[in-house]
């Protein structure tokens, strides 16, 4: 390139020179696509995997991922199989490891690969494979305890439920309104399996319900503690299917107290009609064991709710096919999302744009003022960079 330069020196003299400048054109890549287009770049990778019925966890798990923004250093996202992740990293992965073991109860395993070795520094490069095992129980799931992890546990009945999943299993028993907290530790220990899955949820319909006094209840010492969030009942049910066709009602206790009422319904299990295959469940005394056992309250009209819907949520790989939001698991974790105000804490709820209502939700629109919903305070606006106002 030719360069002339005029300058004005004293006197008014005006000087002019010409110069020839060569520009030597590099092409270089960033770092994000060095690494994403070198081979065998990768360092570590994390396969995730839990042996469950539903991939609600994943979909809880990948939220808490974008709040906490532990998938900074990725390269890529792979789901292999419906129950398994995979995460690779250009440098050692343990951050991630040990936030996955911080939000959810589970276990890691680790393997390591030579590559190369330097036996003059005494340094050695190495690929590093982490293998993540989630608990295999989910939220809404029937569980059937050991007889010695019971009386750990401040002598629980064996029958229980997963109302939640953090760090550790939440599980309360719907008969008295105990709970219970299960760590990693305590679980892979002494471990259980699921005997029902929410798959398995059967609707039902509430014809009569009493409340439970504090002063009725059975307490005996050594006892653990009392839920205070649940008020346990006496109710009995009877199947949505086979409403108006028999006046057979079905007893249960529930610890649902707080919310159902008369003609309310209501998900749970019949375990009258199930066939279960579990060691745990069969050392049990039949005459002991409830025809239903309650999990949540049913509201109507799901699909008239979820064209209401006016958020969303943000994934870790928008062209990912298994990521599809259209699958069942994914609305009923939405769904639970709405039910739920204290899972919504650990979640980033996005403004949706693309639907018409743009306004919060009004309790007068909603044909049941019962019906849960997401109020626009608990929204955050999306960052759109091609927005005008910018």
């Known amino acids: ?35 994403s287009e070198a081979h065998n770049y990768w360092r570590a990778r994390v396969q995730v995997r839990q042996k469950a019925e539903n991939k609600k966890t994943f979909y809880y798990l990948e939220q808490l991922i974008l709040k906490h923004r532990a998938h900074q250093h990725t390269l890529e996202i792979e789901p292999e199989h419906d129950n398994e992740h995979v995460y690779t990293f250009s440098n050692p992965a343990r951050k991630m490891v040990d936030f996955m073991t911080t939000v959810l109860p589970c276990r890691c395993q680790d393997s390591k690969t030579l590559i190369s070795h330097d036996i003059r520094s005494n340094t050695y490069n190495n690929k590093l494979t982490y293998s993540v095992e989630i608990v295999p129980v989910s939220r809404e799931s029937l569980i059937c305890l050991p ?11 064996p029958l229980c439920l997963v109302y939640k999943v953090t760090n550790v299993v939440h599980i309360i028993d719907p008969n008295s309104a105990q709970i219970a907290e299960v760590s990693s530790t305590v679980f892979w220990r002494t471990p259980f399996k699921s005997i029902c899955n929410p798959k398995q949820l059967i ?48 007893h249960a206790r529930t610890h649902l107290g ?22 745990n ?16 309250k049913h509201y109507e009209d799901k699909g008239g709710r979820r064209k209401k819907r ?15 939001t259209t699958t069942n698991d994914y609305m009923e974790f939405l769904d639970d999302l709405e039910e739920d105000p204290e899972l919504r804490t650990c979640v980033n709820i996005y403004r949706d744009k693309r639907k018409q209502q743009q306004m919060a939700v009004d309790v007068d629109d909603l044909d049941d003022p019962t019906t849960p919903y997401i109020t626009l305070d608990e929204m955050l606006d999306d960052l759109d960079l091609n927005d005008s106002k910018l």
């Open 147 to 157: 007889n010695k992890l019971t009386h750990q546990l401040g002598g629980i009945k």
């Open 1 to 35: 390139v030719k360069l002339t330069v005029q300058g004005e020196v004293l006197g008014g003299t005006i000087l002019e020179q010409v110069f020839v400048v060569e520009f030597i054109v590099s092409h270089q890549m960033c770092d994000d696509c060095h690494r």
């Open 310 to 324: 006016i958020w969303k949520l943000k994934h870790l790989a928008e062209e990912t096919a298994d990521l599809a």
């Open 281 to 296: 469940f069969d050392k049990l005394d039949s005459s002991r064991i409830p025809d239903v056992v309650l999990v949540k």
């Open 258 to 279: 707080h919310i159902l009422k008369i003609g309310d319904s209501a998900l749970g299990y019949l375990l009258s009609e199930s066939n279960i295959n579990d060691d």
């Open 203 to 250: 609707e039902f319909v509430v014809m009569n319900i009493e409340p439970i006094l504090g002063k009725d209840r059975k307490i005996f010492p050594g006892q653990g503690a009392l839920s205070n969030k649940h008020v346990l009942a006496d109710v009995w049910v009877v199947r949505a299917s086979e409403l108006g066709k028999t006046e057979n009602t079905i």
